[in-house]
Structure formats: C-alpha cells, structure tokens
C-alpha cells in the first residue's frame, strides 16, 4: 500500500504537489531500503571474507542494540517463588534481575525423571497478553520439551510480562527520543536472554552451553537476535519474525511489526547478517506465507543470503527453511519442525515428534509474583539502558579544539552516515511570484532536489538594487510553521536588505496523519537515518542551492528556525562553516525533547551542539 500519490513531475516544467513529493519520498526510501538488502554481505565471496568482517559486523550490531559495551553482568538475585509437579515434568516459577531493577519473570519446565545433566531450551514468548505474563500463554512448549528430555526456561518478554516495560515508544507513542539515544526494546531483551543463559548455567540440571532458543513474533525476532550475538545458542528456531528491509519497505509492513522488531540502523546492515552471524551453527526457520508482518519476499531472500553464507562455510545443512500456508501464528507443523531441529542438533536423534494433548494450567499458577517490586524499572528502562553522554567543562581552548574534531567525526560517522556521497543536480524549478512580497524584493517560488528522489519547495527573495554582496537568511519552516505559504511577519524585517530563502525541507508538508507519518520516521530509521537529519541535509543544500544554482554573492548566511527546526540548524552550521549564525526560536532544551537524530543523545546535547559554531 501507499500514503500518497506517485505521479511525478516533469522537472523544470512545473512544480510538484505535497501528494507528488511524499510518493518521491515513499519512493526514496524503497530505493534505499533496496540497496541495504541488495549490498548486503554482497563483498562476502569466501569463507576469509567472513572471517574478516565478522568481528566488525557484530561490533556494528551490538551498538545499535545498545550492547556496546555490554551492561555490567551484575547479580541476579533469582529466586524460585513455587513449585509443583506434573505428569511428567516439573515446574518453577522463577524470577531474576537482569540489571539491577530489571525484572525476568519466567516458568521452569524440568522432567520428572533426570539423569544426569540434559541440554537446555530457551524459549522466548511473544506479545501475548495476560496478567500472568505471556509465557501462560506458550506454557504448552516447556511442557512439551521438558518431556522431550529438556530443561526449558520460558521467559516473559517486556512488554507483556508480570513486570509490564514499553515496546510501542515509537511505534504509537510519538516517543521519538528513542531514535537519538539509538534505543530498541531488542536491547533490554536481547540481554535479558543472554541472563536467562546466565541463569539456566547456575543450574546443577544443564549442561552448560547446550543451549537451543527458539520463539514465535517477537519471541522470534529475539531469538534470531540473541543466537547472531551468543555463541552459547548451539541452535536457533525462529518463528514468524524474518525480514528484509527491502521487503518490509515494499510491503509497508513497517506499520505492522513492533519496535522489538528493528534496530537503529545507522550501518545500514541487512536482517540476513544475524543469520551470517549464527553460522556454522544450527539455523531453522520458521514462516508463515500469508504473515502481513514477515511477507514470503522477504524471508525467502534471508534464506538464499544465509545459505550462501553457510555453504562458504561448509554447513549447508546446518541451514533450513520451512514455510507453511497459514498466517502469523503458532502451528502444529510449526513446533513439529522446532523440536525435531533441536532434537537433531542437541541430541543427534532423528525421531519424528508426534505431538499429544497436554492439561494447561490456570495462568494464576504460572504467575511468578504476588505484587510487583518496589524497584522496578521495567517500565523506564528506556531511559537508563543506553549510557548517554555526560557534559563536561573544558577548561583551555586546545582541550575544546580537542573534542570538537572528535565530535565532528563522531557525528559524522554515527549520526549523518547516511548522507549522500555524492550531491546530484538540483533540477530546480522556478516562477515567478508577482503577489504583495514583489513590492519589497523581488520574488520566486522555487523547488529543487537535494538528493535523488528528493524534491523541496521553497520561496526565495532577492533585493532590488545594486549588485552587491547581500546577507542571507534561510528560514526553515517545520510542520507547525505551515498554514501559509510564507511567514512574512517573520521574514518582513529582511526582505529589503538581504536574500530570503523560506525552505520547506522534506516531510514537513505531506498529507499524512500521525501514524503514517510515523511509519515514515521508522522506515527512514530502518534505512539508517531520521526524517531530521535528512531535513539537515536538504538544509546544507539550500546553502548550495543559493550560492552555487543561484549564483548569489552573499556576505553572510544565517538560518533561523522555530522550535526544533532552529536545532537542526546548528547541526547544518557545525558541517559548513559558510553558515555564519543561527537563530534559534523557542528550541528544546535537549533531544530529549527533539530533534530526533540517530544516536546523537549518545555523542552531545544540544548545548555543546552549539559550541560546535
């Protein structure tokens, strides 16, 4: 589905419509989606090649899990709050802390009869609501591996444990700081398995290392991500949870599939790369042909990009894929090809699972808690799991020398990587403007591309008089600033004595609501960058615009913005120091509040943002 018309314009003949420049950029980012999953592992031609790249690739990854560096392997405070016994297994309600605050509420499935230490499964549970947790849910999996000769630990996740945390932030809550801390709710759970690993080695049943993870939704979007960064995992089953980011844009499943379900992808890396990051070891996964959220598009190419991966390896059949005709669900065949994996890989036994009735338990006995701690930060985690910057004073000007070339490669490599390397023509478009403005200066409305696929509008004045060298001032409306076309009581003061150019960077003027709007911004963060810094890049080629298309000789450039367009400005004027002064109006005191740019909360604030000048 789209947002917004796809006819496009004929450059130069005349101006496109708001409906014409969001279909171009719905179409910009299907093409950089297209490109992540085309050159994704594509230098990859031998088993060295991946050798060599490897380290590199997980180091990428686990920052923008916010993983790097991993959190401190602080106690874990588990404790066992019931137990009882069944036909055939036994059961614990346990509960442990991942980080101090951070509770794991989880079922231990364990068989009656143990001999021995047994291999162990962790079974990751997707979005299933229940005050008990969702593991009640999926309690039918540890009771079925526990009598299959398993320990299985069934863990809740975040969003939908007994202690609640947040998934959603933005994919409806508009929380879009997120984006500048470089947070995913696949971080805090990602480690939260890793200490469910940690956990299931303390137990005297498990053979350490033995370790399969398997999982449905986000459950298995979880286990492909802790199976590509533990080496424990010896086999991964994901379920109804495999993705690539050309799909999910062609598809506009983005709207569908929770934050867990993403990272931040300031390295442009593909879904594909967890699979090249588990081998040699045990892969299999499991898809559903009619899941809106996980399209067949998408994960057939994972399984041609693992393959190839795995036969330079020499583990072809380390690798598998089963599909079935069904939707985003949980499956008979499902389980029956999840087992009969583990079974193969963990025990070297080949028999065909056939699956029995089993006796759910009420959810209330499969509850871990009566109450929910006094310390929980579930449901702020967000807020302190990424290490953020910590401001300094700098007492000399060579130490601030220092950290400002440090920060501009630092922005520059984790913040705006995704800008283009090149700059394309600007194919601009220009008429006319013959209202009341033509009094003061003379006036255009003018449109250009900043990047291909990429179209902005603006209206630009320009004094009457001698030819001089003029000031200039750019003005960068965001969407609140657009009711008319110009903000003249703004700009009035300037029209008779410098250049004016009111830009309307990309986005700011598409005919979408709020959800749509946010499907945007997350596709865009798929992709590796925000809408804002995008918008920070159409603002850097307005600069060129007016020297280098417009052929103006000005004495000076500042830009000025409202609110959060004023911070983007500063970001543009640390870049080119041809931006002599910004103005900002009214702006966020820090990115918590906005603008959102990718990591950045990480790197600085907007105060040292401004000492960037």
Same mark, same amino acid.
């Given at each position: ?14 101006? #496109? ?29 031998? =088993?060295?090649?991946? $050798? ?15 993983? !790097? ?10 404790? @066992? ?85 947040? $998934?959603?932030?933005? $994919? ?100 594909? @790369?967890?699979? =090249? ?11 559903? /042909? ?77 509850? @871990? ?11 702020? /985690? ?91 001032? /750019? ?7 657009? @009711? ?13 004595? $410098? ?33 804002? #810094? ?9 600069? !060129? ?10 004495? #000076? ?31 966020? =005191? ?24």
């Amino acid at each position: 589905s789209v947002l917004c018309l796809m006819t496009l314009p004929l450059f130069g003949q005349r101006a #496109s419509t708001a409906e014409e420049r969001c279909g171009m950029f719905q179409q910009y980012l299907l093409r950089r989606a297209t490109e992540i999953t085309r050159d994704n592992l594509a230098d990859i031609r031998s =088993a060295s090649d991946w $050798h060599r790249r490897r380290p590199e690739v997980r180091k990428r990854l686990l920052y923008m899990l916010g993983l !790097d560096p991993m959190p401190a392997r602080t106690p874990l405070n588990a404790r @066992v709050t019931k137990r009882f016994e069944r036909d055939g297994y036994w059961v614990e309600n346990i509960v442990f802390e991942s980080l101090p605050g951070l509770y794991v509420t989880a079922n231990l499935y364990l068989p009656s009869q143990l001999e021995g230490r047994l291999p162990a499964v962790l079974y990751l549970c997707g979005h299933s609501p229940d005050p008990a947790g969702a593991k009640t849910v999926y309690q039918r999996n540890g009771i079925w591996l526990a009598r299959l000769g398993y320990v299985v630990l069934v863990v809740d996740p975040l969003e939908f444990g007994e202690v609640p945390g947040i $998934h959603h932030g933005t $994919h409806d809550l508009g929380m879009w700081f997120w984006l500048s801390l470089g947070y995913t709710p696949v971080g805090p759970e990602v480690w939260n398995a890793i200490r469910a690993l940690d956990y299931l080695e303390t137990r005297p049943e498990v053979v350490p290392g033995r370790f399969a993870v398997t999982g449905g939704s986000g459950g298995g979007s979880i286990s492909w991500y802790a199976a590509a960064v533990d080496e424990r995992i010896q086999v991964a089953v994901p379920r109804c949870a495999t993705w690539t980011a050309a799909n999910q844009a062609a598809e506009d499943s983005v709207k569908e599939n929770c934050d867990c379900i993403y990272f931040p992808n300031i390295y442009q890396l593909d879904f594909p @790369v967890l699979g =090249a990051l588990i081998a040699p070891r045990a892969l299999k996964a499991l898809n559903a /042909i009619r899941d809106p959220m996980f399209p067949p598009g998408g994960f057939r190419e994972v399984d041609l990009q693992n393959r190839r991966i795995y036969d330079l390896l020499g583990a072809g059949d380390h690798v598998a894929e089963y599909e079935q005709d069904v939707p985003h669900m949980d499956t008979p065949a499902f389980r029956k090809n999840a087992y009969e994996w583990i079974n193969r890989w963990l025990k070297d036994d080949l028999t065909e699972f056939q699956e029995r009735e089993v006796q759910p338990e009420e959810p209330r006995t499969l509850a @871990v808690l009566d109450r929910p701690p006094a310390n929980s930060v579930n449901d702020s /985690i967000y807020k302190s799991f990424i290490r953020v910057h910590s401001p300094q004073p700098w007492s000399s000007l060579d130490g601030w020398k220092k950290r400002r070339a440090e920060l501009i490669a630092e922005i520059k490599d984790k913040v705006f990587r995704a800008f283009p390397r090149n700059k394309v023509p600007f194919a601009a478009w220009k008429e006319r403007e013959t209202g009341w403005t033509d009094r003061y200066a003379e006036s255009w409305n003018v449109e250009f591309t900043t990047e291909e696929g990429v179209r902005v509008t603006g209206q630009l004045f320009v004094p009457r008089g001698p030819s001089r060298a003029w000031p200039a001032l /750019i003005q960068v409306k965001g969407a609140e600033d657009i @009711v008319y076309p110009v903000d003249y009581d703004f700009i009035l003061p300037a029209l008779v004595n $410098h250049v004016v150019l009111v830009l309307q960077p990309r986005a700011v003027d598409y005919p979408v609501d709020n959800f749509q709007m946010a499907t945007l911004k997350r596709t865009a963060a798929m992709v590796g960058a925000t809408v804002e #810094s995008m918008q920070v890049w159409d603002i850097l080629r307005s600069v !060129d615009f007016l020297l280098d298309e417009e052929k103006l000789r000005l004495s #000076s450039i500042s830009v000025y913005g409202r609110r959060q367009m004023g911070a983007l400005g500063l970001y543009a004027a640390a870049l080119d120091e041809r931006i002599t002064r910004v103005i900002l109006d009214d702006p966020p =005191a820090s990115h918590w509040q906005g603008p959102a740019l990718l990591n950045i909360l990480r790197i600085t604030d907007l105060p040292e943002a401004a000492a960037l000048m």
